[in-house]
């Protein structure tokens, strides 16, 4: 069961969606509960009565457009942010926490090297 | 600097006994676009290791316990607690810290599911998983765990990281002679500096075609 936004301010239509496709989602604290928007926008896209229901409507959303989910504490600060933003198989490798003998640079030049020479 | 949501802590034995099952996780760890963290990455004398360690569980949200060395210590004659120990911490963390610490999760890995209850029973209700001591099966774990505890669908599937890890490891002989390393003596940053470089370098798009 999908959780119903107390009110919506505005319908999800296709056109418009497709202006905003790359605009992360947050999901904020608001006087009526929580409520779900895309970055810089003024406008919410659903006022919810728990944060939980803002969450699961606004990673909908994320999960859809490929874009960031940024979810707010109760004092507004960023509690949590998780990526939508690739298809399964394009996630991004981190580099590692701590240097090495040799650098990233010329680990994937050898790896480029060993590829071409095959 | 890693970021807390893309950390995770990595708790297991140190030893040549575990190093298989302990490179195959670290390598899945960053297939899946996270980092891991573990008291080996500071390579610091004057800190006390406790702190050390108590450093990294709080700025890692995830965690990976693998409490598979219960044996008698064949030079000491009394079993190992470090595991147990750092994994209670992490858990503590979770339960009295506040903001992000409350939501750390945590994986805790034995070689057999059900061998924790003669041991340390009380962590009985948490996500405990069995790599029966292989290394494929330790990968395909790890993956499936971090899907669920970060609702990522970014992540590869389990089979296409081990078939990753594979053809990592077929190539890292080659690529530490290239590189002036011996591979048999790779140090812990120097092992995860080629993963995250091989990885980087090998878009999945051509792995999967070859």
């Known amino acids: ?118 | 600097m890693a970021k807390y949501s893309d950390s995770v802590f990595l708790n297991c034995p140190f030893d040549d006994q575990h190093k298989p099952i302990r490179l195959a996780i670290l390598f899945a760890i960053f297939d899946c676009g996270f980092v891991p963290r573990c008291a080996l990455e500071v390579d610091d004398g004057t800190d006390v290791r406790f702190e050390k360690i108590k450093r990294l569980i709080s700025s890692s949200r995830y965690g990976i316990h693998d409490i598979c060395r219960t044996e008698i210590d064949a030079n000491t004659a009394l079993p190992r607690f470090n595991m147990p120990l750092e994994l209670g911490v992490f858990l503590a963390a979770k339960s009295f810290g506040i903001g992000a610490q409350k939501q750390k999760s945590c994986l805790i890995l034995d070689r057999d599911l059900y061998r924790y209850r003669n041991f340390i029973s009380d962590i009985a209700g948490h996500d405990i998983r069995s790599h029966q001591n292989d290394a494929d099966q330790a990968i395909i774990q790890v993956r499936n765990w971090l899907g669920t505890a970060s609702g990522r669908v970014t992540l590869p599937g389990g089979r296409a990281i081990v078939t990753r890890y594979r053809r990592f490891m077929a190539e890292l002989p080659d690529l530490c002679a290239d590189l002036n390393l011996e591979a048999d003596e790779l140090t812990y940053s120097d092992y995860i500096n080629l993963v995250s470089g091989w990885l980087s370098a090998s878009p999945l798009v051509t792995l999967a075609t070859r």
Do not use: C, F
């Not at chain 1, 699961?56 to 960023?78: F, K, S």
């Open chain 1, 1 to 118: 069961m999908e959780p119903q936004p107390l009110r919506h301010r505005r319908a999800d239509n296709g056109a418009r969606r497709q202006m905003t496709t790359k605009k992360n989602i947050h999901v904020v604290p608001h006087r009526s509960g929580w409520v779900t928007r895309r970055e810089s926008s003024a406008r919410s896209s659903g006022v919810y009565a728990t944060q939980h229901e803002a969450i699961r409507h606004a990673r909908r959303l994320a999960m859809q457009d490929h874009t960031e989910l940024v979810i707010h504490n109760r004092d507004g600060r960023i509690q949590e942010a998780s990526s939508y933003d690739s298809s399964p198989g394009k996630r991004t490798v981190k580099p590692a926490p701590v240097a090495s003998r040799v650098n990233v640079t010329r680990i994937k030049r050898a790896v480029k090297k060993q590829r071409a020479g095959r």
